[in-house]
């Protein structure tokens, strides 16, 4: 069994900043890459910024030089820096991980529950 538990999301003013978190817990073995994702209202899904194992992140073209995504490895933790907050920024961001729970299992996605980032103008 794994949990992604997210936190973070908050409402902000336009120009804000807010820290997001999403660690993973259970029977995990192998962590490959974590990212975030976001769905505003009446859009579809859509990768925010991603990040491997071994620290390369990768950005949408809307958040580039204003987000920031790490990880800690030790904790099986991924985190999303978002400055300049935006009003299109508004949307329910989702942790996205792949792992394997064991040796010679194969990796699956798992996604967590979202968090609310409300940016007003």
């Known amino acids: 069994q794994v949990q992604l538990v997210e936190s973070g999301g908050d409402l902000v003013q336009a120009g804000g900043s807010l820290r997001l978190s999403c660690a993973a817990s259970?029977?995990?073995?192998?962590?490959?890459?974590m990212g975030w994702y976001r769905q505003a209202p009446g859009k579809q899904r859509e990768m925010v910024a991603t990040?491997?194992?071994?620290?390369?992140?990768n950005y949408a073209d809307s958040v580039k030089g204003r987000f920031t995504i790490s990880r800690d490895n030790a904790k099986n933790t991924v985190y999303l820096q978002m400055n300049s907050l935006k009003p299109e920024d508004t949307a329910v961001y989702y942790c996205?991980?792949?792992?394997?729970?064991?040796w010679g299992k194969g990796f699956n996605d798992y996604w967590g529950q979202g968090t609310q980032v409300t940016v007003s103008s």
């Open positions: 990040i491997t194992s071994g620290g390369s992140p």
């Open positions: 259970g029977s995990i073995f192998k962590l490959n890459p």
């Open positions: 996205h991980v792949v792992l394997t729970t064991g």
